[in-house]
């Protein structure tokens, strides 16, 4: 056992909530993008992004210490991909539009403003609490250091 | 003589250990409070020590009248912290039963217990000190 272990532990969350919120700002940022990529000469809306994240279990190893109750099973936590939200996207009646179709509906991005603003306060959360984990870590090495004083 | 491999000694250095592995594991529950099916682990020592001082056991001691006998109920050593994983709750519905507020007042609790060890351990060298240079 490494007391360093628990900084890895906490930044590794802490580089996964970062993630987090890069996809929470790219979805509200591109809330209204129409034209996220062109397909056969048709625009196509922005799809809202959502992250998979997973505990990091570092293989046979750390699996046999959780076992024998030496060690947890996992070291932190990762992102395994950045997943598309398969929802319909939301048609609006808008027929000044240039991407509207021949029925004056645009395509709007499936990405619900409110869903957005609560992940984040979410991952804002996340991210202080495992700040104040790292911050315990620290104070704790430093005060083994002054064993023998 | 056991100046410095008294039980006391022992017992003050496994505490750390477990303290530092159960910092190692509350980090790694509030590393992943956000992950889903994730169960939260738990690192006992304390109630292993009191049960081992207390006698878990006490009608099933072995008496012993030589080193090499079997140890038969608590061996009067220092247990080792011992990891055991919460699966059986959840509390969220992605099956996640990280408790954020629990996570972190136990984080407190053990950085102060971490501490008082470590002060419980610089007194005892403290008063070796005193004792091997007589003032």
Known sequence: ?149 | MQLLNGVGFARLENAIQAAGTRQQVIANNIANVDTPYFKRSNVSFETLLQNELNGGMPTLRGYRTDSRHFIIGSSGKVPEPKITVDDRTAMNNNLNNVDIDSEMSLLAENKLRYDSYIEQLNYQIKMKRVATEGR
């Open chain 1, 1 to 149: 056992m490494k007391i360093s272990d628990s900084f890895n532990i906490s930044s590794s969350a802490l580089t996964a909530q970062r993630l987090r919120m890069d996809v929470i700002s790219s979805n509200i940022a591109n809330a209204r993008t129409t034209r996220a990529s062109m397909e056969n000469g048709q625009a196509v809306p922005y799809r809202r992004k959502t992250v998979v994240m997973a505990p990091n279990s570092v293989g046979f190893g750390s699996t046999l210490d959780a076992v024998m109750g030496q060690k947890p099973a996992t070291q932190g936590v990762k992102i395994t991909q950045i997943a598309e939200d398969p929802t319909p996207f939301k048609p609006v009646y808008d027929p000044t539009h240039p991407d509207a179709d021949g029925e004056g509906y645009v395509y709007m991005p499936n990405v619900d403003l409110m869903k957005e603003m609560v992940d984040m306060i979410s991952a804002t959360r996340s991210y202080e609490a495992n700040i104040t984990a790292l911050n315990a870590s620290k104070a704790m090495i430093s005060k083994a250091l002054q064993i023998g004083k």
